[in-house]
């Protein structure tokens, strides 16, 4: 698996195939929202999505982004992996 970010969106390629992106338009210099998360249907149901997210959230630490959550797969997938939340507003965290 290939994980690219190009112009707010981070894709998922495999041997040159898209599998997946994840969009996180900009609200400004340093907040955005992770908005969708979607996975090719051949390639559903093998945590593709759950990589995509933890991506995200590494790509989002490492610029020192803070996140609002629109996406329901990303809120799930951040209430199961609570240190995913660091990159939350801190009005936005639930731990």
């Given at each position: 698996?290939n994980?690219?970010?190009?112009?707010?969106?981070?894709?998922?390629t495999d041997n040159?195939t898209?599998?997946g992106?994840l969009?996180?338009?900009?609200l400004?210099?340093?907040?955005?929202?992770?908005?969708?998360?979607?996975v090719?249907?051949?390639?559903?149901g093998?945590?593709?999505?759950?990589?995509?997210?933890?991506?995200f959230?590494?790509?989002a630490?490492?610029?020192?982004l803070?996140v609002?959550?629109?996406?329901?797969?990303?809120?799930?997938?951040f209430?199961r992996?609570?240190?995913?939340?660091?990159?939350?507003?801190?009005?936005?965290?639930w731990?």
């Amino acid at each position: 698996m290939n994980f690219v970010v190009d112009h707010h969106r981070l894709t998922v390629t495999d041997n040159g195939t898209w599998v997946g992106e994840l969009s996180f338009p900009a609200l400004s210099d340093q907040k955005v929202v992770l908005e969708r998360t979607f996975v090719a249907p051949a390639y559903q149901g093998q945590g593709i999505g759950s990589l995509l997210v933890a991506q995200f959230v590494a790509y989002a630490k490492q610029h020192h982004l803070v996140v609002k959550l629109m996406c329901p797969f990303a809120k799930q997938e951040f209430d199961r992996h609570l240190a995913y939340q660091e990159v939350l507003p801190e009005s936005d965290r639930w731990r």
